[in-house]
């Protein structure tokens, strides 16, 4: 019998350790295996028939009693695994929190319409495989989703089917409908979760024609970010060339105007104007030192942009060494746009140009919501802005939480208009959409403008692992110190202990 | 109590009067620090290439997401310690009953007042102690490096912990297979076995379905003890790791009733 379970459990341990070396089932590997098997199947059989002609009635009973409480310890370690696999506790302790989904994604797995299937497809050996399946680990604990691994060698048809171009590759799968994920971050699985979702948000007309931002420049100050990120959370982006069009079309849901650097004609004004009295929806992000003649609309809506810049101190120098004029704002208004944002969570602003708001009329609601901290001021002198230099504070300028961004509401006969005005627009642009919490600031003012509060939340941030080298000489002296001096005394601990022994 | 605690006593010296403990935990200690002062030394060779390559001094961005301290340097060396552990732990654990079942000095343990659960209960006791300073005699170095680098005291918690309590897990495997043996040899092969029959059943999911192949990774112990080197630490994993060991003395008791009988 012993001899048989020895067989067993070195063909068992071959086999295995043939597996694990090769990830392969080899033939080697399957012979061991179905061999150990086999022995350790014969050595068990003829052990309970040695027992069943051994154990007297008492002996039965104690081996019962011993059983029992062998089956009962597995049946509570297995109901409290599940139970506690069910409550989904669990802590992510990394050091950019990569596993602790954002409520966007959290939002996006609720609304699902059925389970998903989220399928990993990687080499054997790839180690980017690691962090994804933690990842989709987290996307299962958080909503009906049902994660699997393939490897790749194993799955050339759906190489084609899902248009798979290499290893760590996740395919979402929602009924007949997929997407490919080939950068598998939680950011781009909340992209493509939304969508499958495929909501339709409306419309947004986006001013063109008289200097304004440009939504198809991929150019750093360009703002094709922007336009895919309205895109993948459902809204359709237009172009509104202002000069060819006698009213904002009827089926546009909010209309965008993107730091126009030049006047706007006096008809695009009134236009505007006119859209708004009909109950229209207007975001608009400005520029300091920028005169479009949008500033007197605005005024007449309770929303006054005075040209000057806002300087904050409290944000410290940007980049190239200013001091403050790149403001950090920390503080937000309570209000739905900026609902989950706190002073934890930035947002950045290259440039900004103060808001003072007043009542426009006696029903209408302005707010401020984005704030400079109370350190801010604000400088006519427009030139700190190219000059990229600390600003000196005027003498009589008051240090006060100065406005970046406002939104108002504006009952009228043909419905409520709502205006967001931000006072920088390259908060937006390609180069800083991603950047703290820019782009929840950007796409829930829009969900805001167009009626769509369910849709405010914040995304899922591009977190990037920190990658600086770790000198071998810095580590080196801890090497020494640590990794070879405590096994050498623990070393030198057993030969001692060892020549004790002998010698006694 | 002081019967159990005396115990305890007796095996954690009688583990240390033995020079097999102090080689077991220097080899560990010694393996790990080679091996992730290796891994660092490629990691750093590989920063280098991509900056030679961009001829523009070190910029982060042309590096891939991968290519970072954890992931190619901690993570990997974990992944191998974990591995390293099946062999060593039951080299440690297979003598703990085994010994005292071939010297027959088990049956002067069941003349004190101590209950048979009592006295598995303090050899496993006293095989977790040295299992621990075991884990933190070898983690010392990469945590001491990781943390000069400012990673993070967090995740090496975490990973502490999950090295802590797959050492645990091993020790209980290796102490069960002691338990049903009198002979050292076959405890060890038998733990080293069952271990890495644990440590990944996914080469079984290709014979079997979707709901099979699931049960089958819930089981296995690698994908737990990645989780808490990847830094996420779940309570299922934290359970699944004490159900091992819960499982595993109950089992041990159960070899005292079963030798009863059996003779």
Same mark, same amino acid.
């Given at each position: 019998?012993?001899?048989?379970?020895?067989?067993?459990?070195?063909?068992?341990?071959?086999?295995?350790?043939?597996?694990?070396?090769?990830?392969?089932?080899?033939?080697?590997?399957?012979?061991?295996?179905?061999?150990?098997?086999?022995?350790?199947?014969?050595?068990?059989?003829?052990?309970?028939?040695?027992?069943?002609?051994?154990?007297?009635?008492?002996?039965?009973?104690?081996?019962?009693?011993?059983?029992?409480?062998?089956?009962?310890?597995? %049946?509570?370690?297995?109901?409290?695994?599940?139970?506690?696999?069910?409550?989904?506790?669990?802590?992510?302790?990394?050091?950019?929190?990569?596993?602790?989904?954002?409520?966007?994604?959290?939002?996006?797995?609720?609304?699902?319409?059925?389970?998903?299937?989220?399928?990993?497809?990687?080499?054997?050996?790839?180690?980017?495989?690691?962090?994804?399946?933690?990842?989709?680990?987290?996307?299962?604990?958080?909503?009906?989703?049902?994660?699997?691994?393939?490897?790749?060698?194993?799955?050339?048809?759906?190489?084609?089917?899902?248009?798979? %171009?290499?290893?760590?590759?996740?395919?979402?799968?929602?009924?007949?409908?997929?997407?490919?994920?080939?950068?598998?971050?939680?950011?781009?699985?909340?992209?493509?979760?939304?969508?499958?979702?495929?909501?339709?948000?409306?419309?947004?007309?986006?001013?063109?024609?008289?200097?304004?931002?440009?939504?198809?420049?991929?150019?750093?100050?360009?703002?094709?970010?922007?336009?895919?990120?309205?895109?993948?959370?459902?809204?359709?982006?237009?172009?509104?060339?202002?000069?060819?069009?006698?009213?904002?079309?009827?089926?546009?849901?909010?209309?965008?105007?993107?730091?126009?650097?030049?006047?706007?004609?006096?008809?695009?004004?009134?236009?505007?104007?006119?859209?708004?009295?009909?109950?229209?929806?207007?975001?608009?992000?400005?520029?300091?030192?920028?005169?479009?003649?949008?500033?007197?609309?605005?005024?007449?809506?309770?929303?006054?942009?005075?040209?000057?810049?806002?300087?904050?101190?409290?944000?410290?120098?940007?980049?190239?060494?200013?001091?403050?004029?790149?403001?950090?704002?920390?503080?937000?208004?309570?209000?739905?746009?900026?609902?989950?944002?706190?002073?934890?969570?930035?947002?950045?602003?290259?440039?900004?140009?103060?808001?003072?708001?007043?009542?426009?009329?006696?029903?209408?609601?302005?707010?401020?919501?984005?704030?400079?901290?109370?350190?801010?001021?604000?400088?006519?002198?427009?030139?700190?802005?190219?000059?990229?230099?600390?600003?000196?504070?005027?003498?009589?300028?008051?240090?006060?939480?100065?406005?970046?961004?406002?939104?108002?509401?504006?009952?009228?006969?043909?419905?409520?208009?709502?205006?967001?005005?931000?006072?920088?627009?390259?908060?937006?642009?390609?180069?800083?959409?991603?950047?703290?919490?820019?782009?929840?600031?950007?796409?829930?003012?829009?969900?805001?403008?167009?009626?769509?509060?369910?849709?405010?939340?914040?995304?899922?941030?591009?977190?990037?692992?920190?990658?600086?080298?770790?000198?071998?000489?810095?580590?080196?002296?801890?090497?020494?110190?640590?990794?070879?001096?405590?096994?050498?005394?623990?070393?030198?601990?057993?030969?001692?202990?060892?020549?004790?022994?002998?010698?006694? | 109590?002081?019967?159990?605690?005396?115990?305890?006593?007796?095996?954690?010296?009688?583990?240390? +009067?033995?020079?097999?403990?102090?080689?077991?935990?220097?080899?560990?200690?010694?393996?790990?620090?080679?091996?992730?002062?290796?891994?660092?030394?490629?990691?750093?060779?590989?920063?280098?290439?991509?900056?030679?390559?961009?001829?523009?001094?070190?910029?982060?961005?042309?590096?891939?997401?991968?290519?970072?301290?954890?992931?190619?340097?901690?993570?990997?060396?974990?992944?191998?310690?974990?591995?390293?552990?099946?062999?060593?732990?039951?080299?440690?654990?297979?003598?703990?009953?085994?010994?005292?079942?071939?010297?027959?000095?088990?049956?002067?343990?069941?003349?004190?007042?101590?209950?048979?659960?009592?006295?598995?209960?303090?050899?496993?006791?006293?095989?977790?102690?040295?299992?621990?300073?075991?884990?933190?005699?070898?983690?010392?170095?990469?945590?001491?490096?990781?943390?000069?680098?400012?990673?993070?005291?967090?995740?090496?918690?975490?990973?502490?912990?999950?090295?802590?309590?797959?050492?645990?897990?091993?020790?209980?495997?290796?102490?069960?297979?002691?338990?049903?043996?009198?002979?050292?040899?076959?405890?060890?092969?038998?733990?080293?076995?069952?271990?890495?029959?644990?440590?990944?059943?996914?080469?079984?999911? +290709?014979?079997?379905?979707?709901?099979?192949?699931?049960?089958?990774?819930?089981?296995?112990?690698?994908?737990?003890?990645?989780?808490?080197?990847?830094?996420?630490?779940?309570?299922?994993?934290?359970?699944?790791?004490?159900?091992?060991?819960?499982?595993?003395?109950?089992?041990?008791?159960?070899?005292?009733?079963?030798?009863?009988?059996?003779?």
């Amino acid at each position: 019998m012993r001899e048989l379970a020895l067989v067993g459990v070195i063909a068992l341990a071959f086999g295995l350790g043939s597996y694990h070396a090769t990830r392969e089932l080899t033939a080697f590997a399957v012979l061991n295996l179905a061999a150990g098997t086999l022995a350790f199947a014969a050595a068990a059989g003829l052990a309970l028939r040695r027992l069943r002609f051994a154990a007297g009635s008492h002996s039965r009973r104690v081996l019962l009693r011993g059983l029992l409480g062998v089956a009962g310890a597995l %049946a509570l370690a297995l109901a409290l695994e599940r139970a506690a696999a069910w409550s989904g506790l669990r802590g992510d302790l990394t050091f950019e929190r990569s596993f602790e989904l954002a409520p966007a994604t959290r939002k996006a797995l609720a609304e699902l319409p059925g389970e998903l299937t989220a399928t990993l497809y990687h080499d054997r050996f790839d180690p980017r495989a690691r962090n994804t399946r933690l990842l989709l680990a987290s996307l299962a604990e958080a909503g009906r989703v049902k994660v699997r691994e393939r490897q790749l060698s194993d799955s050339p048809e759906a190489l084609d089917r899902f248009g798979i %171009a290499g290893s760590n590759t996740v395919v979402l799968e929602l009924g007949s409908r997929f997407e490919t994920v080939d950068r598998p971050l939680e950011a781009t699985l909340y992209e493509a979760l939304y969508r499958l979702r495929s909501r339709s948000n409306g419309v947004i007309g986006v001013l063109r024609g008289e200097g304004e931002g440009d939504v198809s420049s991929e150019a750093e100050l360009g703002f094709s970010g922007l336009a895919a990120a309205l895109a993948t959370e459902g809204y359709q982006v237009r172009s509104l060339v202002t000069a060819s069009l006698a009213e904002i079309p009827a089926d546009v849901d909010a209309v965008l105007l993107l730091g126009p650097r030049r006047a706007l004609l006096p008809e695009s004004v009134a236009m505007l104007e006119g859209y708004l009295e009909r109950g229209g929806r207007l975001l608009a992000l400005l520029e300091p030192g920028a005169q479009s003649g949008i500033e007197a609309l605005l005024d007449g809506w309770g929303i006054q942009a005075p040209d000057g810049v806002i300087v904050d101190p409290a944000s410290g120098a940007s980049g190239d060494g200013a001091l403050g004029i790149d403001p950090i704002a920390y503080n937000y208004e309570s209000h739905p746009l900026s609902r989950g944002l706190n002073p934890d969570r930035m947002t950045f602003f290259a440039g900004a140009r103060p808001l003072v708001l007043h009542n426009a009329g006696p029903a209408d609601s302005v707010r401020r919501v984005v704030l400079a901290s109370p350190h801010s001021w604000v400088t006519q002198d427009l030139s700190v802005l190219s000059r990229r230099r600390g600003a000196l504070m005027p003498d009589g300028a008051a240090q006060d939480y100065h406005t970046i961004a406002a939104a108002g509401r504006y009952p009228r006969a043909a419905g409520d208009a709502r205006i967001v005005v931000i006072g920088d627009s390259d908060f937006a642009s390609n180069r800083y959409l991603r950047s703290l919490y820019n782009l929840d600031l950007a796409m829930n003012a829009v969900h805001w403008v167009v009626e769509r509060e369910s849709e405010i939340t914040l995304r899922p941030k591009l977190r990037t692992p920190k990658q600086f080298p770790l000198p071998i000489q810095n580590t080196l002296r801890t090497f020494h110190g640590v990794g070879l001096l405590v096994p050498e005394l623990l070393l030198l601990g057993g030969g001692l202990v060892w020549l004790r022994r002998r010698q006694a | 109590m002081t019967a159990l605690r005396a115990l305890v006593r007796k095996e954690l010296a009688s583990l240390f +009067g033995a020079p097999t403990a102090y080689l077991a935990l220097s080899m560990v200690a010694l393996v790990t620090a080679l091996i992730f002062f290796d891994h660092l030394r490629l990691y750093n060779q590989i920063l280098f290439v991509y900056d030679s390559a961009t001829m523009g001094g070190f910029a982060s961005d042309t590096v891939p997401d991968y290519v970072n301290l954890w992931d190619s340097v901690f993570f990997p060396v974990m992944e191998t310690l974990g591995l390293t552990l099946i062999g060593v732990v039951p080299l440690v654990t297979m003598r703990v009953f085994a010994e005292e079942r071939a010297r027959g000095t088990d049956e002067l343990l069941f003349t004190t007042r101590l209950t048979p659960g009592q006295i598995v209960l303090a050899k496993f006791a006293a095989a977790y102690l040295f299992v621990t300073l075991m884990m933190a005699v070898s983690f010392l170095y990469p945590a001491t490096a990781i943390e000069q680098g400012g990673l993070g005291l967090e995740h090496l918690a975490a990973v502490f912990l999950g090295l802590t309590l797959h050492g645990i897990g091993l020790a209980s495997i290796g102490l069960l297979c002691s338990a049903f043996t009198s002979s050292q040899l076959v405890a060890a092969v038998s733990a080293w076995a069952v271990a890495f029959l644990l440590w990944d059943l996914s080469w079984a999911s +290709g014979f079997v379905g979707d709901r099979i192949a699931a049960l089958l990774e819930a089981l296995s112990i690698q994908p737990r003890y990645s989780s808490f080197a990847g830094g996420v630490v779940s309570l299922a994993n934290v359970i699944y790791f004490a159900g091992i060991a819960l499982v595993s003395l109950a089992a041990a008791r159960f070899s005292f009733d079963l030798r009863r009988v059996s003779g």
